[in-house]
């Protein structure tokens, strides 16, 4: 499949609408560069969040999450190992769910007893939490075309090198919900991908790396971009380009506000919006 091939195949699958919300998110992103002097001016009133954490505290939640969790799942498939499909995924998923709730209890004692003012110095602060909803919505609509650009991009370069039959690896949580109907399977995933994942990992990855790369970088950019390039890593291959530059967005928007409840909408409803437009397509 040559270059001409592929404009020609993303052309007839880019709808009207795909067409308005990126424009309109091109907008607001271009006035966000002409206002800040291309970025430059962003962040230059943000401030470290005052912490005594020491370097290591943020990898004790991480270890838990990636080292306990997946443990645990493999042995509750062996724990059960006669159940259909569907409900073994069903008991993956709520495993996985429970171990990130306790890992986000973990951040947030860590959080409470390591920030200055506490949680609101961490940046969870209830009083915000209409402001930080529509300002993370219109953050989410600028950065729309970038992420999209990021998926094309890396769609168009795996059909010239892979040909034509080249796809971005589905999430796991996507691949089951196109593969199993049950309803509480679904529902399980969807309050995953919604409200649990965005929540642990905005708490864990801008809440305490951010937060803690804050605190010894010259500038904030430096500690976003390097928390975007770890955030990125930790999912497919595929996924890079476009978590990378999602990730910078979710970075400034907490750097900006000082608020949490910014990036964890943002991702909330990225992820949201994922899942609806798998659900509509299958």
Known sequence: MNAIEIIKELGSIITVTDIIVCLLGLTLFVAWLLRTSLGRNALADSMPRRNNMPFYLPFIPLSIWFVAVP???????????????WQSAFVDKLVLCIGAI???????????VSFARRLKGFGLDAKTIVKDFFAGAA????????????????????KLIRGQDYQI???????????YPQMPLRILIIVIAVVIAPVL???????????????????AWTAIILIS????????????????????CLG???????????????HSLFNAITIIAVLYSV
């Open 71 to 85: 443990p645990a799942i493999l042995i509750t498939r062996e724990a059960l190992p006669d159940l259909p499909d």
């Open 102 to 112: 306790v890992t986000t209890g973990v951040v947030i004692f860590l959080a409470r």
């Open 139 to 158: 953050n989410l609509l600028a950065v729309w075309p970038l992420v999209m650009a990021m998926i094309i991009l890396t769609t168009s370069l795996g």
């Open 169 to 179: 690896q589905q999430h796991e949580e996507l691949k089951l919900i196109t593969a």
């Open 201 to 219: 990992e905005e708490v864990l990855f801008r809440g305490l790396f951010q937060s803690m790369l804050r605190g010894v970088a010259k500038n």
């Open 229 to 248: 390039v770890l955030f990125a890593l930790l999912h497919p291959w595929t996924h890079w380009p476009a978590l990378f530059a999602l990730s910078m």
């Open 252 to 266: 400034y928007a907490y750097e900006k506000s000082g608020s949490l409840l910014r990036p964890i909408f943002i």
